[in-house]
């Protein structure tokens, strides 16, 4: 089991910067991979950055060249550099963690943090 704990969100100007921080309850090099996930008003959540325990990273179209997906393996904690912000960035954020145990996938969710961006 992995409890996720997110950070950082909070209310920017468009063009502004945020870093939202996830700390994980466990080593994140046990966990195959952490990632980023948004949810707007009356959508669907969704990707957006990933990282895998080896290093490899995956983005949403929408904010590849804006955003960084990295992490700090001594303080279980993954990370998201927000830069150059849109209005349509606004959302919850959530933190992901999906880890395989006897082949069967699991998926954890923290409790996600606002993200707005005003115009």
């Known amino acids: 089991q992995v409890q996720l704990v997110e950070s950082g969100g909070g209310l920017v100007q468009a063009g502004g910067s945020l870093i939202l921080a996830c700390a994980a309850s466990?080593?994140?090099?046990?966990?195959?991979?952490m990632g980023w996930y948004r949810q707007a008003p009356g959508k669907r959540r969704e990707l957006v950055a990933t990282?895998?325990?080896?290093?490899?990273?995956n983005y949403a179209d929408s904010v590849k060249g804006r955003f960084t997906i990295s992490r700090d393996g001594a303080k279980n904690t993954v990370y998201l550099q927000m830069n150059s912000l849109k209005p349509e960035d606004t959302a919850v954020y959530y933190c992901?963690?999906?880890?395989?145990?006897?082949?069967?996938?699991?998926?954890?969710w923290g409790q996600g943090t606002q993200v707005t961006v005003s115009s």
């Open positions: 466990r080593s994140i090099f046990s966990i195959n991979a």
């Open positions: 990282i895998t325990t080896g290093g490899s990273t």
């Open positions: 992901n963690a999906a880890l395989t145990v006897a082949n069967i996938p699991y998926n954890y």
